[in-house]
C-alpha cells in the first residue's frame, strides 16, 4: 500500500514537472520582442540598479525609433519585463525562474554586480536561455563553462593590472613595490587576483596584502603601513564605500605614494564629494565618453553622454553605457541569426563582433568581452579644486591627457 | 609583520591616537545604548540606524551650505525628537514584554529605517566635507585629522554635560530612579512614561551627535548601520550597565584593540580578533563569577 502511495506520488510528480516545463509561451507578442531583467530598484544596489535600467531603456527606445530589429523580412520592436530584485541574489534566482517560467521569456538581460548575476546564470542555464548581461565582471562567471552567458564587459581581473604595467614602464622597466586593500567579495578578490598576475609577470613585489571587511570603513591601519613601508603604487578596491573612505583617509593622513590606483570612483562621484583630494587618482573604468569607438544608433561616447544627460538628467556613469551596449548585442544577433530559436540566437551571440559606442564586442568561450580594454582615467582639478575633471590616460591609443607620475606629495599640493 | 612594531614605533603611536579617537565615538553611542537598557530593559537593534539618521542630518546641512560641524548641535534636537517618536509609535507597547519581544521590535524598526533611509536618501555612498585640515605630530610621522579630533572632543563634552544633568536635574534623578526601581518610582509619584520616551529620546540624541561626528569622518550609508550597533553592544556587555567611566575605557580600548590587531596581524583578523577578545571577557567573567558562586555557597 505504501509502496504504491509513493509510486502514484513519484509518477504524477514527474507528469507536473514534465507538464510545466514543456509549456512553451510567446517570447515574440505580436511585434514585439520581449526580454526579461530583474533589476536592483531597492536595496543597497538601488542606484547602479537604476543606472542599468536607464541604459537598457534608453538602449530599446533609439533602437526601436531607428527601425527595430529585422528578423525574416519583419520588423519587431524590443519590448523589456522588469523585476525588482532587492538586491538580493535569492530574490534574483527566482525572478529569473519567474521570468522564464511564468512569463514566458526566451531571452534575458543580466542585473546589476557579480553577485546578483551569479545567482542568476544557473537558472538562465538551465533553461537554456540566453543572458546577455552588463554588470557582472567577476571572473568566476565565465570559469564554469556556461553556454548562454554573455558580458559585454572585461572581467574584473582586468581591471586595474594596467596600471602596473604602467608603474613599471614609469620607472624605466624596473619592477616596482605594490601595497593593495581589497575588501572581500567576489569582485574586489577578482582585481586582486589581476594584480597578483601583473606582479608575477613584471617581477614586482607585494609588501603589502591587506583584505578590507565588508562592514568597516576605516583603513587607517593599512595606510600607517603604506607611510611605514612607502610602496610605489597602491592599489584599492571595495566599492564605492572603499573608494570614498580610502581618498578620505590618505588625504587627512598625507600618504604619499607615487600612483594611487583605483576602482568604483565614478560610481563613488569621487571627484564631486571629495574634490581636490581625489586629484591624481587613477582609476579603471569600462568605458569613458571620450573613447573613440562609433556605433550607428549612439554615434560616439560624447553623443550617449548628451543623449542620456538629456533622458535621465544625469551623465551616463559606465554601468549606463554598457547596459545599452548590451541590447546592441541583442539587435546584432536577432538580425544575423534570422530566428527566434533560442538555440540559434545564442549561437548568433556567442559569433558577435562588432563595434558599438561602448566598444568592441567579441565573446570568448567563457562568454566574456575580450575585445574591449579597460581604460584608465586620472582625475585632474584645477587650481583651487571646485571643478575636477576625469581625463583618460592609458592605454595610450585613446589617451587624452599625460599620466602624471609620481603623484606630487602632500607638502606640495 | 610582527617586525612592524620595530621598524616603525612611531606607528604604533598613531594607531593607537586613532584607536582611540574611535573608541570614544563608539563609547558614546555605547552610553546611549546603557542608558535605555538599564533604564527600560530594551536592547535597541536599530542604535546604528538612529547613528546613520543623525549622520545624514548633518550631510544635507552639508549639501545646503551650512558647515557639517554644526550637525552635532542640530542632529541631536531632530534625533532626540525621532527617539520620542519611536518610544510612542513602538516602543511603549513593548517596554514591558520580555526581551525577545523588545529585541524582534527593534529589529523590525532597524529593517524599516533601512529601506526608508535608502529610498529617501538613494544608496550612495556619501561624505561631507568638514575641510578641518590635519594636525602632525613627531616630525610628520603620525597625522591626526582634526575631524576626529574634533569628534573625540565634541563626545567627551557631550558624555561630562549628560552625567551632570542625570545627577542634578529633576528628570535626570527621575531616570535614574526608574532605573533603580521602576514600580517605587511609579509608586513615589514619577511619571515613568514621560521618563522612558525621555530616555529614548536622550538616546536618540545621543546616536545623532556620534552620527553627525561619522559624518565629517568616515562614511554613510544607509545599510552601514549594523558595526555601530554591534561596537556598543560590545561595550555594554563588556562595561556593564550605568558605568559611564567602565564604557569609557572599555570603548577606547576596543578602539586601540582594533587598531593595533588591524596594523599588525593585517586588516582580515581586524573584526575576528575583536570578537576573540570578545568570548575571552565573556569566559573570564563566566568563569569569575562562577568562582565567586562558589564562594558565596
Known sequence: MKIRNIIITLISAITLLISTSTISFAKVVGDKIILGAAVSLTGKYSSNGVHTQNGYNLAVERINSMGGVKVGGKTYKFDIIYYDDESNSGRAAQLAERLIQQDGVKYMLGPYSSGLTKAMAPVTEKYEVPMVEANGASRSLFTKGYKYLFAVLAPANLYLDVAIDLAVEKNGGKPVTIAMAFEQDAFSQDVRLGIVEAAKRTGSKIIIDDKLPKELNDMAATLSKVKATNPDVLVVSGHTKGALTAIRQISEMKVDVKMLAMTHCDAAKLSKQHGKASEYALCASQWHKSLSYKDKFFGGGMKYDADFTKAFGYAPPYQAAESSAALLVYKDAFERAQSFDTKKVRDALAATDMQTFYGNIKFAEGGQNVSKPMVLFQVSCNDDGSKCENKVVAPTKWASAELVHPIPSWSKR | ?297
Open chain 2, 1 to 297: 609583520m610582527d617586525l612592524l612594531i620595530f621598524q616603525a614605533p612611531i606607528l604604533m603611536v598613531q594607531a593607537s591616537m586613532d584607536g582611540i579617537l574611535l573608541g570614544i565615538l563608539f563609547a558614546l553611542i555605547a552610553y546611549g545604548m546603557a542608558l535605555q537598557w538599564g533604564v527600560m530593559n530594551i536592547i535597541n537593534i536599530a542604535q546604528g540606524e538612529l547613528v546613520i539618521m543623525g549622520g545624514y542630518i548633518a550631510y544635507f546641512m552639508y549639501l545646503s551650505g551650512i558647515h557639517p560641524a554644526f550637525g552635532v548641535i542640530v542632529s541631536p534636537i531632530i534625533m532626540y525628537c525621532v527617539g520620542w517618536g519611536m518610544y510612542k509609535l513602538v516602543i511603549n507597547k513593548v517596554v514591558d514584554k520580555d526581551l525577545f519581544t523588545s529585541i524582534l521590535a527593534t529589529f523590525g524598526i532597524s529593517i524599516l529605517a533601512q529601506q526608508l533611509m535608502n529610498f529617501a536618501f538613494g544608496a550612495d555612498v556619501v561624505v561631507a566635507q568638514s575641510n578641518f585640515g590635519t594636525t602632525m605630530l613627531f616630525n610628520n610621522s603620525v597625522t591626526l585629522p582634526n575631524a576626529k579630533i574634533f569628534s573625540g572632543a565634541v563626545c567627551v563634552i557631550s558624555a561630562i554635560i549628560l552625567v551632570i544633568y542625570m545627577k542634578k536635574s529633576k528628570l535626570g534623578r527621575a531616570i535614574r530612579a526608574t532605573a533603580q526601581n521602576a514600580r517605587a518610582a511609579k509608586i513615589l509619584g514619577v511619571d515613568t512614561e514621560k521618563v522612558y520616551a525621555a530616555t529614548f529620546g536622550i538616546n536618540a540624541a545621543l546616536c545623532g551627535i556620534a552620527g553627525a561626528c561619522i559624518a565629517i569622518t568616515f562614511t554613510l550609508h544607509p545599510y552601514t548601520g549594523l558595526p555601530y550597533t554591534v561596537r556598543s553592544f560590545m561595550i555594554v556587555i563588556i562595561a556593564g550597565l550605568g558605568n559611564l567611566p567602565a564604557v569609557a575605557i572599555s570603548g577606547m580600548g576596543l578602539g586601540v584593540f582594533e587598531e593595533w590587531s588591524d596594523y599588525l596581524l593585517g586588516t582580515e583578523f581586524r573584526i575576528a580578533a575583536v570578537f576573540s577578545l570578545l568570548v575571552i571577557i565573556l569566559v573570564y567573567r563566566r568563569f569569575k563569577l562562577a568562582r565567586k558562586r562558589e564562594y558565596l555557597k
